[in-house]
């Protein structure tokens, strides 16, 4: 499983979809980005494979970052890219 996480402007929270496939994760992580590069603000229009009724739409010029991710099938948890304080 693959996730595609958006961060949004001024919004502490960001929004995902997910994807079984490589294939169909990185076609979508390449509309978003394509979606950027163009500078012209649009409505993306996003769907989840995993949960069939879970639908997104953002409007491009409030996107902060993107990034795609797999999802660990071991694991109940996920462990996300980047930085993690660990201790205190």
Do not use: D, N, W
């Amino acid at each position: 499983m693959y996730i595609l996480e958006i961060s949004l402007k001024f919004t502490p929270m960001p929004v995902s979809v997910q994807r079984k496939e490589a294939e169909a994760a990185q076609a979508a992580y390449q509309q978003v980005v394509e979606a950027l590069r163009s500078g012209q603000p649009s409505v993306l229009e996003l769907h989840c494979e995993f949960q069939a009724e879970k639908k997104l739409a953002v409007l491009t010029s409030e996107i902060a970052s993107v990034q795609l991710y797999e999802k660990s099938g071991g694991s109940a948890t996920v462990k996300r890219p980047g930085f993690a304080v660990i201790g205190e």
